[in-house]
Antibody, heavy 115, light 106 residues
């Protein structure tokens, strides 16, 4: 069974950092591109970042470019999102999702940026 | 960036109704369109990809159509478990973009 499980969310002060993780199982992780998507409270879905199966190709949304860094460790079947210089508007549930058409999603991990 | 516009933003329907949701892209995206269902407090669930291909395990009451800039999601006979918010998403190019969502209510 395909599973992706996010972790690492929590309450963080503005300007601080947080690292999210996504553990994948049930599929050959190193052959799939992966994405991070978020959803602010009561809002729609916002794509954040993409990483190719090899890790060599990476894209970011303008809203997080220069502050967030996506990475992966294929040996550990894991995806990461390093979030720096966090702002109140980064408060959201963060999801990892498989492939360009987002066929499998995790349950999400909530991030609250507040003093 | 490709803008995705869904309509309506919400609709009221009854069990057994046939429901159609529309999604329009700001430019030609061929058939690079996906549909998702999201229930409150839950992650989105993939329903359809490539505009009309049903994801594994998704019931056939869901169907998608369209190509180019105009797409539809149809639920043939609405059931209580189908009351949710539905999103379209283009994957013709990055940044991936979503429609604003359609909330299907009783």
């Amino acid at each position: 069974e395909v599973q992706v499980v996010e972790s690492g969310g929590g309450l963080v002060q503005p300007g601080r950092s947080l690292r999210l993780s996504c553990a994948a199982s049930g599929f050959t992780f190193n052959t799939y591109n992966m994405n991070w998507v978020r959803q602010a409270p009561g809002k729609g879905l916002e794509w954040l970042s993409y990483i190719s199966s090899s890790g060599f190709t990476i894209y970011y949304a303008d809203s997080v470019k220069g502050r967030f860094t996506i990475s992966r460790d294929n040996a550990k079947n894991s995806l990461y999102l390093q979030m720096n210089s966090l702002r109140a508007e980064d408060t959201a549930v963060y999801y990892c999702a498989r492939t360009i058409y987002l066929d499998y999603w995790g349950q999400g991990t909530p991030v609250t940026v507040s003093s | 960036d490709i803008q995705m516009t869904q309509s309506p933003s919400s609709l009221s329907a009854s069990v057994g109704d046939r429901v159609t949701i529309t999604c329009r892209a700001s430019q030609d995206i061929n058939n690079y369109l996906a549909w998702f269902q999201q229930k409150p407090g839950k992650a989105p669930k993939s329903l359809i990809y490539a505009a009309s291909s049903l994801q594994s395990g998704v019931p056939s009451k869901f169907s998608g159509s369209g190509s180019g800039t105009d797409f539809t999601l149809t639920i043939s006979s609405l059931q209580p478990e189908d009351f949710a918010t539905y999103y379209c998403q283009q994957y013709k190019s990055y940044p991936l973009t979503f429609g604003g969502g359609t909330k299907v209510e009783i």
